[in-house]
């Protein structure tokens, strides 16, 4: 990991974390819950599980996982790493502190959503022993229309927007 080091997220992080979101190819970013209000308000309901990788050199930040918990489950959102630091152990590295925290906590289970487009998410959640779950159905609704989801086409000059 040469020297990154895995810190808790805090909002001072947030500008740095939402530039890195917009630097993934196909990362979809919620106009509300997304903003600095919502990853605020997610922080407090879920504090110092959320976790963001550090440059040693400068305290960039190159990684990050929004990670949260109802009582019951934990959850893991917008697992990402830099373009450039990947396959260095970043992922990893940060999935391991989430889960060590929300078993701190009593949590059992843990789930994610991967997009099916996302190969190279895909690929890193089975290399690390997460089992895909082929035996239910992903259900949502939609309380507020004005939340809307927009994928990020990192290489393009326009960004795909979908509702919901």
Known sequence: MNGVRICPMEISDYDQVYKLWQSIDGFGIR??????????????RNPGLSVVAKSGEDGRVVGAI???????????YHVCVNRSCRLEGIGTAMVTQCMHSLRARGINKVSLIAFTRNDIGNTFWKQIGWTKRE??????????????????????????????
Do not use: H, K, P
């Open 135 to 164: 035996d239910l159905n992903y259900y949502d609704f939609t309380l507020n229309s004005e939340n809307i989801t927009r994928f990020i086409n990192a290489g393009a000059a326009s960004e795909n927007r979908r509702e919901n």
């Open 31 to 44: 106009s509300i819950d997304d903003s600095r209000e919502g990853v605020e308000r997610f922080l407090g």
């Open 66 to 76: 929004l990670c949260g918990e109802d009582g019951r489950r934990g959850c893991l």
